[in-house]
């Protein structure tokens, strides 16, 4: 293997980090030759959220067939690749080692050098990527950047897409596990965000005062197991956790979505505005499945209008979690930041980096 050599063939990216099997065949002007996903969203279902043992065995049946679609589409031959790039952080660890030991053995097998992808890191190059692929915007980056997902809620002042400062984060629950939660009280199905999202637009965001956690302090962390807690108490009452005997009306059920929504977006929405004001950059950078949420996106462009600041959210097919996202492994390739083959997992929830 040569890693320092300039590159300027395609590289194969991997995803693996909860329950979306991805790769992905991207160029070095970061054109997604060939693309694969394969969804688990029917197997967890029934458990109303994301069961780890059952992801790592899915992952493990799917990874190979996934990656030979993408080359396959791509029109590649694997010896033409100029690297295998995977995601080694965050995440759920069976998930995770499924994809860096298929990275690890392509390296070998193909004699290419190996790249390691902070997944979360990813998820803010995605707003990068539209940009750079069809030149109409400026770069992403210096910026603040916001992932707002199942498993992280962060805030980074991004200098560049590989120098990121983690301004502060969830301590409890994410906004996604909070969207997952308050659909499984309501029986609305998973995942959860999208049930609760179209819900909340039939709704009234004013019927329920929950509360808006850590919204004025004035640090970045985020808290979301509070807001939880408190939409139980209104729909069940304290002390009672038997959500499916529940006869709620339709429009309660609407109304509660609604104000749930709204208590999620103004602590976003507040806590990202007030970093923008505190770095003195003028860029917000959104990335993560929960962005894809309408209402969301709508308050952030209102905030950018309002505030001055510029605006990018991942494109609604780049939120959830893909391969796509991973070109950010280009960045790495020129600066010559190869991983070795001893490559080790960093699993769990990220926190301070």
Not at 30 to 53: K, M, W
Not at 116 to 124: P, S, T
Request: proline letters at 5%.
């Amino acid at each position: 293997m040569n890693p320092l050599r300039p590159p300027v063939l395609p590289i194969l990216t991997i995803e693996s980090t909860c329950d979306e099997t991805a790769a992905a065949v991207i160029d070095g002007d970061c054109s997604v030759l060939g693309e694969c996903i394969a969804t688990q969203e029917t197997l967890h279902e029934r458990f109303s959220g994301v069961v780890p043992e059952v992801a790592a065995r899915a992952h493990l049946e799917r990874i190979l067939p996934v990656i030979d679609t993408a080359i396959r589409q791509s029109g590649i031959n694997p010896a033409d690749l100029d690297a295998i790039a995977v995601a080694d952080r965050p995440g759920l660890a069976g998930s995770l080692l499924v994809g860096v030991i298929a990275a690890k053995t392509l390296a070998i097998a193909w004699n290419k050098p190996l790249v390691a992808i902070n997944h979360l890191h990813a998820h803010l190059y995605a707003c990068h990527l539209s940009g750079v692929r069809d030149r109409t915007q400026s770069s992403a980056y210096p910026s603040v950047g916001l992932v707002v997902s199942g498993g992280h809620t962060s805030l980074y002042h991004c200098r560049s897409p590989l120098d990121l400062e983690y301004l502060g984060g969830t301590i409890d629950d994410a906004a996604g596990e909070a969207f997952d939660k308050v659909a499984t009280m309501l029986s609305l199905g998973f995942p959860g965000g999208p049930a609760v999202a179209k819900l909340a637009a039939k709704g009234n965001r004013d019927a329920y005062p929950f509360p808006r956690s850590m919204i004025h302090q004035p640090h970045f962390n985020f808290s979301f197991s509070g807001l939880k807690t408190a939409v139980r108490y209104a729909i069940t009452g304290p002390g009672q956790q038997d959500f499916a005997s529940l006869k709620l009306a339709d429009q309660v059920k609407a109304d509660v979505c609604a104000s749930f929504e709204a208590a999620v977006v103004d602590v976003l929405v507040g806590k990202s505005c007030r970093a923008i004001r505190e770095t003195g950059v003028r860029k917000l950078i959104v990335g993560g499945g929960v962005a894809a949420n309408r209402y969301l996106r709508e308050r952030l462009n209102d905030a950018a209008k309002k505030d001055g600041f510029e605006l990018t959210i991942a494109p609604a097919e780049l939120c959830t979690d893909n391969a796509v996202m991973g070109a950010i492994a280009w960045e790495k390739i020129r600066r010559g930041d190869f991983a070795s083959l001893d490559l080790d997992i960093t699993p769990g929830l990220q926190r301070g980096f």
